[in-house]
């Protein structure tokens, strides 16, 4: 079993930045986050592998940056030049990649974050 503690999300404005933390404790392997704003689907915003191979959706290339501390088994999600749609709760995951497509298999409980002037 693979428990994930999040932490790092809050209020901030238009702009700001905020850094995402998820420390797993169990099996050893690849995690993600992923984000749900109301009425909206769960969708991924950016996962990275054991070896480090990294992947995000489209509308945060270049402002948001996952990384991982191996040593640690935590990940980490950078965010700068935030929007208002990165509103959202966002959860930490832990999975596996097959066939070059990430499966979260364990979900940490989300983090609000809050993107608003």
């Known amino acids: 079993q693979v428990q994930l503690v999040e932490s790092g999300g809050g209020l901030v404005q238009p702009g700001g930045s905020l850094r995402l933390s998820c420390a797993a404790s169990?099996?050893?392997?690849?995690m993600g986050w992923y984000r749900q704003a109301p009425g909206k689907q769960r969708e991924m915003v950016a996962v990275?592998?054991?070896?480090?191979?990294?992947n995000y959706v489209n509308s945060v290339k270049g402002r948001f940056t996952i990384s991982r501390d191996n040593a640690k088994n935590t990940v980490f999600l950078q965010m700068n030049s935030l929007k208002p749609e990165d509103t959202a709760v966002y959860y930490c995951?832990?999975?596996?990649?097959?066939?070059?497509?990430?499966?979260?298999?364990?979900w940490g409980q989300g983090t609000q974050v809050t993107v608003s002037s």
């Open positions: 169990g099996r050893f392997l690849s």
């Open positions: 990275i592998s054991i070896g480090g191979i990294t």
């Open positions: 995951n832990a999975g596996v990649f097959s066939t070059g497509s990430y499966y979260p298999n364990y």
